[in-house]
């Protein structure tokens, strides 16, 4: 078994700063690419930031700026620091980790529950 677990989301006044967590547990042998989507309601899921496991980071343009991704291989932890949040980044984030469970074992997607980030103007 493998648990996606997230955690910092809240509500903020625009300008304002949170910080995202996200940690993977569990029959772990190896973590690809890790990283942060979101979807705001009446909207599709998008890629908000990932980094893989060789330092290759994305930025959606959006973000670009204002997010830093970062991730902590020995706690299986990826984080999400936002800056001068925007009402339109008031989403549900969610968690993304590529994982292989086994050194035979193919990569595959697991997903955290979400957590709600709101930014008032």
């Known amino acids: 078994q493998v648990q996606v677990v997230e955690s910092g989301g809240g509500a903020v006044q625009a300008g304002g700063s949170l910080r995202l967590s996200c940690a993977a547990s569990?029959?772990?042998?190896?973590?690809?690419?890790m990283g942060w989507y979101r979807q705001a309601p009446g909207k599709q899921r998008e890629s908000v930031a990932t980094l893989s496991s060789s330092g290759r980071i994305y930025y959606a343009d959006s973000v670009k700026g204002r997010f830093t991704i970062s991730r902590d291989n020995a706690k299986n932890t990826v984080y999400l620091q936002m800056n001068s949040l925007k009402p339109e980044d008031t989403a549900v984030y969610y968690c993304?980790?590529?994982?292989?469970?086994?050194?035979?074992?193919?990569?595959?997607?697991?997903w955290g529950q979400g957590t709600q980030v709101t930014v008032s103007s």
């Open positions: 993304n980790v590529e994982i292989r469970r086994t050194v035979v074992a193919g990569p595959r997607d697991y």
């Open positions: 569990g029959t772990i042998f190896s973590i690809n690419a």
